[in-house]
């Protein structure tokens, strides 16, 4: 789940708690891109920060379901959705052909993913 669509849930959010959680994953995500970036670009990369057309729908799609009278459990419950998702993506990452280094930091990425999947579903209890 990208940054964007945690700042329209976290527009839309009234309960300052589940807000502050919210913020904070999204914060782990902003630590997330900070070390692969520097990653990638240590190892001579140039990073590509559009989301390009995809992430553009994406983020159409999200804006459009956030409209109205949505109640918190169901913005925590479309963040897990789409973190998961993320998670499932970056896992199918690692069965490829990576260098243990790489291996090592989309571990510690997806790590710090899983962590905030269980901070938001302990805010649905």
Known sequence: M???A???YISKLKDESIKRSFQEVQNQHRENIKYLTHYIQDLGGLVNENT????????????MQASGNIEPSDYIKKAIEGMIKGVNMTENLLRGDLDDSSRKLVGEILENDRNSIELLRTLNK
């Open 2 to 4: 990208s940054i964007k």
């Open 6 to 8: 945690f700042n329209i």
């Open 52 to 63: 390009g057309f995809k992430g553009t729908m994406s983020e159409l799609k999200i804006n």
